[in-house]
Nanobody, 126 residues
Framework: QVQLVESGGGLVQAGGSLRLSCAAS????????MGWFRQAPGKEREFVAAIVWSGGSTYYADSVKGRFTISGDNAKNKIYLQMNSLKPDDTAVYYC???????????????????WGQGTQVTVSS
């Protein structure tokens, strides 16, 4: 059974920073790419960032480019999301996910991901 567990969410003032972490575990777990999505109340789940293990390519939503950085350690099945210059619009539940295959821009589609975490709440106050 594959399990993804996020941590690091919380309440922060606008302009502040948070670092999310995600650890994947499970029998013979391996992935082609891992990513972060977010979902605000009343809105659809939206792509935030992804990292492809082979080659280390990273991809970002336009709304977070220059502010968020995704990184990870494939050997440890962990990824991180460093979020700087946070805005109230970044308030959402953030989900970690893993894909067994894919390419860009397919990796911006949540249907591309086979495994999901339970999510961690990020709240940015104005």
């Amino acid at each position: 059974q594959v399990q993804l567990v996020e941590s690091g969410g919380g309440l922060v003032q606008a302009g502040g920073s948070l670092r999310l972490s995600c650890a994947a575990s499970g029998y013979m777990f391996s992935s082609y790419a891992m990513g972060w999505f977010r979902q605000a109340p009343g809105k659809e789940r939206e792509f935030v960032a992804a990292i492809v293990w082979s080659g280390g390519s990273t991809y970002y939503a336009d709304s977070v480019k220059g502010r968020f950085t995704i990184s990870g350690d494939n050997a440890k099945n962990k990824i991180y999301l460093q979020m700087n210059s946070l805005k109230p619009d970044d308030t959402a539940v953030y989900y970690c996910c893993a894909a067994r295959w894919g390419s860009w821009p397919l990796l911006s589609n949540p249907n591309q991901y086979a495994y999901w975490g339970q999510g961690t709440q990020v709240t940015v106050s104005s």
